[in-house]
C-alpha cells in the first residue's frame, strides 16, 4: 500500500496523472511535435556544417540564419494572427507541408540564394529552437483543452517531447552521417541526406495534424443581433434589480486594439514582449548550430561525438523539464522561470573559456538542464494572463517577437566569428539572459501574486452571492406567509 501511495503521488507530481487523463487530440500534438523536433536537431547539428561543405563563409552563414528569422517573423505572426478564423488545423498542415518543402530544396540544391529562399518561405529552424507558426497554435489548443489547474503538466510534457525529439534528432543524426562517410560518401552528400529525413519528417507531421478533431479549433462566438429591439431586450439583465426611474445600463465593451487584444492584455504583452526580446536576442547569438559550430572548430571531433554530445545535453533538459511543473506548483511559475534560467545564463557566458573538453561538456549539459525548464511555466504563465480568445493571437505575437529579436542574433555572432572573436558571442548572450530574469521577477512576480489572491477571493464570493440570494427568497412576499 505505502509503494501504491507512493506511486500515486509521483504520478500526481510529475504530470504523468494528467497526462494519462488527455484527450487524443493532447496526444497527436505531442507526437507531432516530438517529429518536428527531431527534424529540427537533425538539421541544426549539419546546418552550420553544411554551408561550410558549400564554401560559404561565417558571415553569410550567420546571414542565413539571420534573414531567415526574419522570413519566419511576417509568415508565422500572418498564419497566427487568422489561426482561429481560418482553423488551427488548416495551418498546421500548412506548415508542415512547407517544412517539407524547404527539405526538398536544401537535399537537391546549392544555391545560396535558393537555399534561403526556401528557409525563409518555408520552415527550416537554424536554432533547433521552434520555428514556423506550430508552437503557437499548439499551445493556444493545449489551453483551450486542458484545465487551468493541469495546465502545467500539459506544457512540461509539452516540452519535454521537444527536448527529446530534439536530442534524438541530433543523436541519430551525428552517427548516420558519420557512419555514411565511413562508408565512402562525401560530407555533402551525407548531410542532403538528412534534409530527406526533414522532409519524411514535414510530410508524417502533415498526416498526423489530418486525425485532430474540431475540439481543437476555438468555441464560435455568438451571432451579433443587428435589430435593435432585440439587442436592447438582449441587454436587459435577468433579473432587473434596478429602480423604476433609473433604466438598467450595461457598460460599454473595452475596445480592443487591431491584433484583437484589449487594453489589459496590451500592457501585459508589452511588458513581455520588452523582456523576451532580450532572451531570445541572446538565444539567436548562439543556436544548437553555432555551439556545434563552435566545438568542432575548438576540439575538432568526429560528427557521431559531437551529435552525442548535443543529444547527451538535450536528454538532460528533458529530465529537468520534468520537474519543472511540481516546482512551479510549489514556488511559482514566475520564480520558477527566474530560479532556473538565471544560473543557466551564468553557465552560457562561461561555456567558451575552458580548454578541456570535458568542463565544456558539463557546462553545456548545465546551461541545457536549467535553460529549458523556464518553457513549460512561461507557456502557463502566458496562457492564465490573457483572455481565452486572445490567447492565439497572444502567444503568436511573443513568438514573432521572439523571433524577430533572434534573427540579428546570428548575424551578430557572424561578424565576431569572422573577426576571430567567436567567444564575445557566448558572454554577450549570458549577460543579456541574465537582465532578461532580473526584469522579470521585478515586473512580474507581484502580478502573480495578486492573480493567486484574486483566484482564492472568486470561491468566497460566489458563496457569499449565494447565501444573500437564499435570504431573500427567505424575505420574499411569496414566502412570507408560509
Same mark, same amino acid.
Given at each position: 500500500?505505502?509503494?501504491?501511495?507512493?506511486?500515486?503521488?509521483?504520478?500526481?507530481?510529475?504530470?504523468?496523472?494528467?497526462?494519462?487523463?488527455?484527450?487524443?487530440?493532447?496526444?497527436?500534438?505531442?507526437?507531432?511535435?516530438?517529429?518536428?523536433?527531431?527534424?529540427?536537431?537533425?538539421?541544426?547539428?549539419?546546418?552550420?556544417?553544411?554551408?561550410?561543405?558549400?564554401?560559404?563563409?561565417?558571415?553569410?552563414?550567420?546571414?542565413f540564419m539571420t534573414l531567415t528569422l526574419i522570413g519566419d517573423v511576417a509568415i508565422s505572426?500572418?498564419?497566427?494572427?487568422?489561426?482561429?478564423?481560418?482553423?488551427?488545423?488548416?495551418?498546421?498542415?500548412?506548415?508542415?507541408?512547407?517544412?517539407?518543402?524547404?527539405?526538398?530544396?536544401?537535399?537537391?540544391?546549392?544555391?545560396?540564394?535558393?537555399?534561403?529562399?526556401?528557409?525563409?518561405?518555408?520552415?527550416?529552424?537554424?536554432?533547433?529552437?521552434?520555428?514556423?507558426?506550430?508552437?503557437?497554435?499548439?499551445?493556444?489548443?493545449?489551453?483551450?483543452? !486542458? #484545465?487551468?489547474?493541469?495546465?502545467?503538466? +500539459? @506544457?512540461?510534457? /509539452?516540452?519535454?517531447? =521537444?527536448?527529446?525529439?530534439? *536530442?534524438?534528432?541530433?543523436?541519430?543524426?551525428?552517427?548516420?552521417?558519420?557512419?555514411?562517410?565511413?562508408?565512402?560518401? !562525401? #560530407?555533402?552528400?551525407?548531410?542532403?541526406? +538528412? @534534409?530527406?529525413? /526533414?522532409?519524411?519528417? =514535414?510530410?508524417?507531421?502533415? *498526416?498526423?495534424?489530418?486525425?485532430?478533431?474540431?475540439?481543437?479549433?476555438?468555441?464560435?462566438?455568438?451571432?451579433?443581433?443587428?435589430?435593435?429591439?432585440?439587442?436592447?431586450?438582449?441587454?436587459?439583465?435577468?433579473?432587473?434589480?434596478?429602480?423604476?426611474?433609473?433604466?438598467?445600463?450595461?457598460?460599454?465593451?473595452?475596445?480592443?486594439?487591431?491584433?484583437?487584444?484589449?487594453?489589459?492584455?496590451?500592457?501585459?504583452?508589452?511588458?513581455?514582449?520588452?523582456?523576451?526580446?532580450?532572451?531570445?536576442?541572446?538565444?539567436?547569438?548562439?543556436?544548437?548550430?553555432?555551439?556545434?559550430?563552435?566545438?568542432?572548430?575548438?576540439?575538432?571531433?568526429?560528427?557521431?561525438?559531437?551529435?552525442?554530445?548535443?543529444?547527451?545535453?538535450?536528454?538532460?533538459?528533458?529530465?529537468?523539464?520534468?520537474?519543472?511543473?511540481?516546482?512551479?506548483?510549489?514556488?511559482?511559475?514566475?520564480?520558477?522561470?527566474?530560479?532556473?534560467?538565471?544560473?543557466?545564463?551564468?553557465?552560457?557566458?562561461?561555456?567558451?573559456?575552458?580548454?578541456?573538453?570535458?568542463?565544456?561538456?558539463?557546462?553545456?549539459?548545465?546551461?541545457?538542464?536549467?535553460?529549458?525548464?523556464?518553457?513549460?511555466?512561461r507557456s502557463a504563465f502566458l496562457s492564465a494572463v490573457v483572455l481565452d480568445d486572445e490567447?492565439?493571437?497572444?502567444?503568436?505575437?511573443?513568438?514573432?517577437?521572439?523571433?524577430?529579436?533572434?534573427?540579428?542574433?546570428?548575424?551578430?555572432?557572424?561578424?565576431?566569428?569572422?573577426?576571430?572573436?567567436?567567444?564575445?558571442?557566448?558572454?554577450?548572450?549570458?549577460?543579456?539572459?541574465?537582465?532578461?530574469?532580473?526584469?522579470?521577477?521585478?515586473?512580474?512576480?507581484?502580478?502573480?501574486?495578486?492573480?493567486?489572491?484574486?483566484?482564492?477571493?472568486?470561491?468566497?464570493?460566489?458563496?457569499?452571492?449565494?447565501?444573500?440570494?437564499?435570504?431573500?427568497?427567505?424575505?420574499?412576499?411569496?414566502?412570507?406567509?408560509?
Open positions: 500500500m505505502p509503494m501504491k501511495g507512493f506511486a500515486a503521488k509521483a504520478a500526481d507530481t510529475l504530470g504523468i496523472a494528467t497526462l494519462a487523463t488527455c484527450s487524443k487530440d493532447i496526444y497527436i500534438l505531442l507526437l507531432t511535435r516530438f517529429i518536428r523536433m527531431t527534424a529540427y536537431g537533425s538539421s541544426t547539428l549539419i546546418l552550420a556544417l553544411y554551408f561550410q561543405q558549400l564554401k560559404y563563409a561565417d558571415t553569410q552563414i550567420g546571414l505572426l500572418a498564419l497566427t494572427l487568422v489561426a482561429d478564423r481560418l482553423g488551427r488545423r488548416r495551418i498546421l498542415i500548412l506548415g508542415a507541408m512547407s517544412m517539407a518543402l524547404s527539405g526538398i530544396v536544401f537535399a537537391t540544391i546549392s544555391n545560396y540564394w535558393i537555399l534561403l529562399l526556401a528557409a525563409v518561405i518555408g520552415v527550416i529552424s537554424p536554432s533547433g529552437n521552434e520555428i514556423g507558426p506550430f508552437r503557437a497554435i499548439e499551445e493556444s489548443t493545449i489551453a483551450h483543452l !486542458t #484545465e487551468k489547474e493541469r495546465r502545467s503538466d +500539459v @506544457f512540461a510534457w /509539452y516540452v519535454i517531447f =521537444g527536448t527529446l525529439g530534439t *536530442a534524438g534528432g541530433s543523436l541519430a543524426c551525428g552517427w548516420f552521417v558519420q557512419r555514411l562517410q565511413t562508408s565512402g560518401w !562525401t #560530407e555533402l552528400d551525407s548531410f542532403r541526406v +538528412v @534534409f530527406w529525413y /526533414y522532409t519524411g519528417c =514535414g510530410v508524417v507531421k502533415a *498526416a498526423l495534424s489530418l486525425l485532430l478533431t474540431k475540439a481543437c479549433e476555438p468555441a464560435p462566438k455568438p451571432p451579433v443581433s443587428h435589430d435593435p429591439a432585440e439587442a436592447s431586450h438582449e441587454m436587459q439583465p435577468f433579473l432587473d434589480t434596478s429602480s423604476p426611474n433609473q433604466p438598467a445600463s450595461k457598460p460599454p465593451p473595452a475596445k480592443k486594439s487591431i491584433l484583437g487584444l484589449s487594453p489589459k492584455s496590451q500592457a501585459t504583452l508589452a511588458k513581455l514582449c520588452m523582456l523576451f526580446f532580450f532572451d531570445s536576442l541572446a538565444s539567436g547569438m548562439v543556436p544548437g548550430s553555432l555551439v556545434a559550430y563552435f566545438m568542432n572548430g575548438k576540439f575538432a571531433m568526429p560528427k557521431g561525438t559531437l551529435g552525442s554530445i548535443m543529444s547527451g545535453a538535450a536528454f538532460a533538459a528533458s529530465i529537468g523539464n520534468i520537474f519543472a511543473s511540481a516546482i512551479s506548483k510549489k514556488i511559482g511559475l514566475v520564480q520558477t522561470m527566474v530560479f532556473t534560467h538565471f544560473p543557466s545564463a551564468v553557465f552560457l557566458a562561461l561555456f567558451p573559456f575552458p580548454s578541456s573538453l570535458t568542463v565544456t561538456i558539463i557546462l553545456l549539459v548545465a546551461r541545457s538542464v536549467l535553460g529549458s525548464m523556464d518553457q513549460a511555466p490567447r492565439t493571437a497572444t502567444m503568436g505575437i511573443v513568438n514573432t517577437v521572439k523571433t524577430m529579436s533572434q534573427s540579428s542574433g546570428p548575424l551578430i555572432t557572424g561578424v565576431l566569428a569572422g573577426r576571430g572573436h567567436f567567444w564575445v558571442a557566448f558572454v554577450i548572450a549570458g549577460a543579456l539572459k541574465g537582465s532578461y530574469d532580473i526584469g522579470l521577477l521585478t515586473l512580474f512576480v507581484r502580478h502573480e501574486a495578486e492573480s493567486k489572491k484574486d483566484a482564492q477571493r472568486a470561491p468566497e464570493s460566489e458563496d457569499s452571492d449565494e447565501e444573500s440570494e437564499d435570504e431573500d427568497a427567505q424575505q420574499a412576499p411569496g414566502n412570507a406567509g408560509r
